[in-house]
């Protein structure tokens, strides 16, 4: 298990956009994945200070998180939101997962597409919550309990987030599902999801109007799917209070559009 001297300071190059107290792990063994991992984690400004616990957001596609220099197709600017999220008394650690390159599409989906493949993500949830979380919870000051920690990310990550909220009820607590591509593990997710029948909890789905604005039937299957899943979510007996759905009307997918919607998404979710 990794010690806490085993994180250090993040220290990126001179075109960083890093702000706050974000550390970096060792390697961590990922066996049964496709690329071992170092993770990314972002600590709130009250925590060096401090004797407090906190939830913990657990967010996929980890690269492009905090660092426009690290990213691979610009940041969310997770730690900016984060800093001035916490003078309105919103504190959590953030823990970035990066992605596997070229497997993110296996890593993220439950199920496969029939041409792109995937179905990958018992793999990458199990690696998550057996040795991330484990790690995580031994190494900071989290509350470790189901109702402080949370999945976040979008498009694929969005499903992956999505699949983990009723995969792994004992652990987690609310979800963050943005521009989700449900497109690709396509009707088994939506006969998954109705199999279903946890309704506690928190989600938060969201989606642009304008997401693949050059491919308009793949543009609709966003809207469409992301509409689809709500309205199964709801007659499953997620009330307002559980869940929020917004449509971005001229939103593309893109991680600049994820980060205008971050602060609300987390706000909802830490409650």
């Given at each position: ?52 616990s ?9 690269q ?28 959590a ?46 190494t ?63 989600l ?51 991680e ?16």
């Amino acid at each position: 298990m990794t010690a806490d001297s085993d994180w250090r300071p993040y220290t990126p190059g001179d075109d960083h956009t890093v702000v706050g107290d974000v550390r970096i792990s060792e390697t961590i063994d990922a066996p049964d994945l496709h690329a071992d991992r170092r993770l990314l984690a972002y600590l709130p400004p009250s925590y060096a200070d401090s004797e407090e616990s906190y939830p913990v957001v657990y967010m996929h596609d980890g690269q492009n998180l905090f660092d426009e220099g690290e990213s691979y197709s610009g940041e969310w600017r997770v730690d900016e939101t984060m800093q001035r999220l916490s003078e309105e008394g919103t504190e959590a650690i953030v823990v970035g997962v990066p992605n596997a390159g070229d497997a993110r599409g296996d890593e993220y989906t439950p199920f496969p597409h029939p041409e792109h493949g995937g179905g990958g993500a018992d793999a990458y949830l199990e690696f998550l919550f057996e040795t991330v979380k484990p790690l995580v919870d031994e190494t900071f000051r989290t509350r470790p309990g189901r109702d402080h920690t949370g999945l976040a990310g979008s498009s694929l990550g969005g499903v992956v987030s999505l699949y983990g909220f009723f995969e792994y009820p004992d652990h987690v607590g609310f979800a963050g599902v943005l521009s989700p591509a449900f497109w690709w593990p396509g009707e088994p997710l939506f006969e998954y999801v109705a199999a279903q029948s946890r309704t506690d909890g928190r989600l938060y789905v969201d989606v642009g109007g304008r997401e693949a604005p050059d491919d308009p039937e793949l543009n609709e299957a966003y809207l469409r799917d992301a509409e689809r899943m709500v309205g199964r979510l709801r007659t499953q007996g997620f009330e307002d209070e559980r869940l929020r759905f917004v449509v971005d009307e001229e939103a593309r997918h893109r991680e600049s559009a994820w980060a205008e919607r971050f602060p609300g998404a987390i706000r909802f979710l830490l409650g």
